[in-house]
């Protein structure tokens, strides 16, 4: 089969490694080892690409801009040109909506696969981190994108709800949950030297892109009430985003900025460490599907502690993989926090079952033949 992905969340210059950029390459290089001819169409800037057996079709960047609803309309209708260049294409798959309702819309003879980063309606009910423009354009694309793609792989029972009301039918929805690539994603032995982090200090880590919808601001709430019971504990937060300096004023507003250490963009190759290092990997997001830098840090076999929305609870079950609270409860969450850290036993045993579920459960190399027998192979029959 010939199958082609647009990429275009991403950092230009580093292929694979960030936002939905990563997804895309994941896949992409696990049907290209299965044999298929996979391309990836994107405005890379560089020549390297993350997997060798994979076709690069590259297109400029509009010089409109990038990261804005008029630039990310001409990044796809690039796109599109470059796609109609490859000749026949039997699926093509893109990770966000708006891109899925313009190809859909405008190539209505090919299968256009969305994978679901999550659904504006769902975000809209729990905490819309987009002005009104946006919001509106973003409501119209998912409602095209439902209209008009031929399938949607839904990545937690959740999203598959909110995007059955938006209208996608449900013969055109296969649940496939989000993958890790385990040989990238394990345990880092000695990983707090390699990070020049403090060996005896209790480090709650949270990684994420610093937006509303990702509850930041109830981590950083949580573990301020956290440092009355245990004043030592040091949070580390990994991303960057439009909330950070807000973010950050908040840290010192609430007492607690000497203990919390604001490492900005990580390499996608360094979290594994990162997630070793640990004692505990915090979620507080409020809205949204399945946050992959859970189930990576399952993966390294870091206890979590996670709000119960989405496709978190598709994963974390509460007391055996891991520990949950309620969306936006920052005393729920300093409360698990606590627990957590005060007891190891605990500690480990969580750890180790999140471990073991997600690289039995959640490997790409696993879900990636589900993808193309469930998906692919029958849009292309």
């Not at 044999?35 to 079709?57: L, N, R």
């Not at 708006?98 to 405008?106: C, K």
């Not at 509303?212 to 991303?239: C, K, S």
Request: charged share 20%; with cysteine.
């Amino acid at each position: 089969m010939r199958i082609a992905f647009v990429d275009y969340v991403c950092k230009t210059d580093k292929p694979g490694t960030t936002g939905l950029s990563d997804l895309v390459w994941d896949m992409a290089g696990r049907l290209a080892d299965l044999g298929d001819d996979t391309h990836v169409v994107a405005p890379y800037t560089v020549s390297g690409q993350p997997h060798p057996g994979v076709t690069v079709d590259r297109f400029a960047i509009p010089p409109i801009g990038y990261r804005n609803i008029a630039g990310h309309v001409l990044m796809v209708l690039a796109a599109l040109r470059r796609l109609r260049s490859l000749g026949r294409v039997d699926v093509v798959h893109v990770p966000e909506y708006l891109s899925a309702a313009i190809l859909s819309s405008l190539m209505p003879s090919t299968s256009v696969v969305l994978t679901e980063p999550g659904n504006i309606f769902e975000r809209v009910a729990r905490g819309n981190p987009y002005d009104p423009v946006t919001t509106l354009v973003f409501k119209a694309a998912a409602r095209a994108a439902a209209a008009r793609c031929a399938r949607l792989v839904a990545t937690s029972d959740e999203m598959a709800g909110w995007w059955r009301r938006t209208g996608f039918t449900p013969d055109r929805i296969t649940r496939i949950p989000l993958g890790i690539d385990t040989s990238l994603f394990r345990r880092v032995e000695r990983a707090r030297p390699l990070l020049g982090l403090d060996g005896e200090t209790p480090a709650v880590l949270y990684a994420a892109r610093l937006s509303r919808e990702n509850g930041v601001d109830v981590a950083l709430r949580g573990f301020a009430r956290l440092q009355q019971a245990m004043p030592g504990a040091r949070l580390h937060i990994l991303g960057k985003g439009p909330e950070s300096a807000t973010l950050e004023a908040l840290s010192r507003e609430l007492g607690i900025a000497s203990q919390v250490s604001w490492h900005g963009w990580v390499d996608l190759k360094l979290l594994p460490a990162y997630y070793s290092a640990a004692d505990v990997f915090l979620f507080s997001g409020r809205s949204g599907g399945t946050p992959r830098v859970l189930i990576q840090a399952m993966a390294c076999g870091a206890p979590v502690v996670a709000s119960a929305i989405g496709g978190i609870v598709d994963h974390v079950e509460h007391e055996r993989t891991g520990l949950l609270f309620e969306s936006g409860d920052a005393r729920g969450l300093a409360v698990q926090l606590e627990r957590i850290l005060r007891d190891h036993e605990l500690r480990a045993r969580l750890g180790q079952a999140g471990e073991a579920y997600a690289r039995a459960s959640l490997d790409w190399d696993v879900l990636i033949r589900r993808l193309r027998s469930e998906v692919y192979e029958e849009l292309a029959a």
